[in-house]
Every structure is written in structure tokens, then in C-alpha cells.
């Protein structure tokens, strides 16, 4: 989970044995809420608020005081 000046991006690297964590992350006045989950996909997919992201950036004009974040990884 790194941040830019914009927003952020969610690239995990999970060890092997770890199937899922969450982490909280307070961002320019915005709270992130975010599961990652290793699921059967192809590439990373990342869920804002109900909505999939094209990519793994979050822009942060676009997101709300409180955010939830569902990242699912191969």
C-alpha cells in the first residue's frame, strides 16, 4: 500500500503461506479499510466502495471519508 500525492496504490506481496490480512490506513483526511484475499484470478482486483478499479490505483478525490477496499490477488 504506497502512497502517492494523488492517491494510492495497492500492489501486495503476501508471503506464500499467508492466505489473506487487512490492514487500515488513514490517507489525506480519507480512512481506507482493506482486505487482500488471494482468490482464483488472473491479476490483482481491486473493489472501492462496490465499485472494481480498472488497475490497482485508488485516486483519492474519489473516494470517501470511510472505505472499504477488497483486493483479491492470484
Do not use: T
Not at 494523488?6 to 488513514?26: F, H, V
Amino acid at each position: 500500500i504506497k502512497p502517492f500525492f494523488d492517491g494510492l496504490k495497492i500492489d501486495p506481496k503476501l508471503p506464500s503461506e499467508w492466505n489473506s490480512m487487512q490492514a487500515e490506513r488513514d490517507f489525506q483526511g480519507n480512512k481506507f479499510h482493506i482486505n487482500i484475499e488471494r482468490k482464483d484470478v488472473k491479476q490483482i482486483e481491486v473493489i472501492c466502495n462496490g465499485e472494481m478499479l480498472k488497475g490497482n490505483y485508488i485516486q483519492n478525490n474519489k473516494c470517501k471519508s470511510d472505505n472499504i477496499v477488497q483486493v483479491y490477488i492470484p
